[in-house]
């Protein structure tokens, strides 16, 4: 039976700029809903694309019951006929942002090593409304705003997709209970002390009734409109960018920078540091900009993480401090 998640998975299949055919897919599989809802519709159609499947499970050790858990999914891979891969978090890490680290570096550890080119996470339209608020009550930019892509190209030869991103909660809820799939209910989902958990459970049920019924898909058509708006935008920043920074060294060019408007400026920096790997924070970026633009400059004129920024002719330079 193809239903509407059929229809809409396959119409994102069809649409997508990669080429599905014969693809050796490594799938993220939790065992909750959103990802048995994604393994059913990948079985559904592995023949007709010729695709080689292989599933992923992370052990948090949050739960007394995770290797019952684990146990579950590994006899549903058997059964599907499906390689299984187990990765354990032995340094119990039990903060979101570091767990999320190890989860996704694990991802593709896995991947690069069995040389999958495709690894498929099911984040929904729900989970990036989630991400959203998450990010927005933090602090953040646009591009952090529509931080889940559908598909980026991770490494070589290998490519994140998210292909439930067009599905909210209750399209695969039904899913689930239409074909009666073993869906493991995590009890960490309902702890609210973390954040995520209290966005899903309390503020966005509380939007539902008093504001607007249909606000998650409000909230998704905004989020689909600015990442079209983004993605142009992102092609102007990159030709400003190269015509701003050094072309052997991380440094900007001063007088160039200065010529642009505040919010461009703002985005350049952000673009380099997004190349050296550090974290940031809005605030961080106004402090570097500030230094920049006022012209004050001494010898080192900041000192920021790992770097010194440095003035040096036309240029600022960002310097490992062990390098001066």
Not at 31 to 50: E, N, P, T, V
Not at 234 to 260: D, G, R, W
Not at 295 to 309: Q, S
């Amino acid at each position: 039976m193809q239903t509407y998640m059929h229809i809409t998975f396959l119409n994102y299949i069809n649409t997508v700029d990669f080429s599905f055919s014969n693809a050796k897919i490594l799938l993220a599989i939790s065992g909750g809903k959103d990802s048995l809802a994604l393994l059913r519709l990948m079985k559904d159609y592995q023949k007709i694309y010729k695709w080689k499947l292989g599933i992923i499970h992370c052990d948090h050790r949050w739960r007394t019951d995770s290797i019952t858990n684990m146990q579950l999914i590994y006899q549903y891979a058997k059964e599907l006929n499906i390689d299984f891969y187990l990765v354990v978090n032995y340094k119990f890490l039990f903060t979101e942002s570091t767990v999320r680290r190890w989860r996704y570096i694990s991802f593709f550890n896995i991947a690069i090593k069995y040389n999958f080119n495709l690894l498929m996470t099911a984040h929904t339209a729900t989970d990036e409304i989630e991400t959203f608020c998450h990010n927005l009550f933090r602090g953040t930019s646009i591009n952090k705003l529509i931080a889940l892509k559908n598909l980026k190209n991770i490494a070589p030869n290998l490519f994140l997709c998210r292909p439930l991103n067009f599905l909210f909660s209750n399209d695969i809820y039904w899913f689930c209970r239409h074909f009666y799939l073993p869906v493991w209910s995590d009890s960490t989902n309902f702890q609210h002390f973390i954040k995520r958990n209290r966005i899903r459970g309390e503020l966005i049920p509380y939007l539902k009734q008093y504001f607007n019924p249909g606000v998650e898909k409000k909230i998704h058509l905004f989020l689909y409109s600015i990442s079209l708006q983004n993605s142009y935008l992102q092609i102007q920043y990159q030709y400003v960018y190269k015509n701003l920074i050094h072309s052997k060294y991380v440094a900007i060019h001063i007088c160039n920078y200065c010529k642009l408007n505040s919010y461009l400026q703002m985005t350049i920096l952000q673009m380099l540091l997004d190349q050296t790997n550090v974290f940031y924070s809005f605030d961080q970026v106004v402090l570097i900009k500030n230094f920049i633009v006022k012209h004050n400059y001494r010898k080192f004129i900041l000192t920021y993480e790992l770097f010194r920024l440095v003035y040096k002719k036309n240029y600022i330079y960002f310097c490992y401090k062990n390098s001066i």
